[in-house]
């Protein structure tokens, strides 16, 4: 099946920082999705998109559907301990497709 | 409350021997999977089904079975002719709308060992 390329692998960053991962894909998709998962439990979803060009936050996220609609991109602003974890980006079209995620470190 | 319940959360079992996950979900959802998550990696599909008895491969079904005989239960067996079965499994379900893929919504998983 197509491939998402996450970016990326992993991220050292202090607390306050602001913190930008992104995926793209050579398919599009019609469905861009953002999950979290912390260590030994199942991912939870933060965003969805729906469509090219899309710009949804919540809260201190944003995220962002490409308009070529193969890519998004994830920003967490002034980043907190608890935004320790992996994120997973996922794009939709017939099935769904994960990216390899993107492990946040954050120093206090 | 609803969600979507997996059990045990670990799991631990000798080489050669079948073992069957437990994934339960009251959100009235269609469409169920289960996925592999190897460290480092994406979410790989073992198995989905989108109604009740009725159910599909994914990327990586050898080894696997599994049943949907109600519309809240979408068990996984792992079973001996899986070559390296320890792992990370997750199960998640979604709203199904003419064949039209939904987000879905993941348990808490349970980490096989087999010794």
């Known amino acids: 099946g197509q491939q998402l390329n996450q970016s990326p692998q992993s991220m050292f960053i202090q607390e306050g920082e602001d913190v930008s991962m992104n995926c793209t894909s050579s398919?599009?998709?019609?469905?861009w999705l953002w999950y979290k998962q912390d260590p030994g439990e199942g991912p939870v979803l933060l965003i969805a998109l729906y469509k090219a060009g899309e710009l949804t936050s919540n809260g201190r996220l944003t995220a962002q559907f490409g308009i070529t609609r193969k890519d998004s991109f994830l920003n967490i602003s002034a980043s907190i301990p608890s935004d320790v974890g992996i994120y997973f980006c996922?794009?939709?079209?017939?099935?769904?497709?994960f990216g390899a995620g993107t492990r946040l470190t954050v120093k206090p | 409350d609803g969600g979507i319940t997996q059990s045990p959360k670990y799991l631990f079992r000798k080489e050669g021997q079948n073992v069957t996950l437990s994934c339960e979900q009251n959100?009235?959802?269609?469409?169920m999977y289960w996925y592999r998550q190897d460290p480092g990696q994406g979410l790989r599909l073992i198995y989905y089904s989108q109604i009740v008895n009725d159910f599909q491969k994914g990327d990586i079904a050898e080894g696997y079975s599994v049943s949907r005989e109600k519309k809240e239960s979408f068990p996984l067996t792992v079973t001996s002719a899986q070559k390296n079965p320890t792992a990370f499994y997750l199960c998640?379900?979604?709203?199904?709308?003419?064949?039209?893929?939904?987000?879905?919504?993941f348990g808490p998983g349970t980490r096989l060992t087999v010794l």
């Open positions: 959100l009235n959802h269609d469409a």
């Open positions: 398919s599009i998709f019609n469905t």
């Open positions: 998640a379900s979604s709203i199904e709308d003419r064949g039209v893929v939904n987000e879905q919504f």
């Open positions: 996922a794009g939709q079209k017939y099935d769904m497709r």
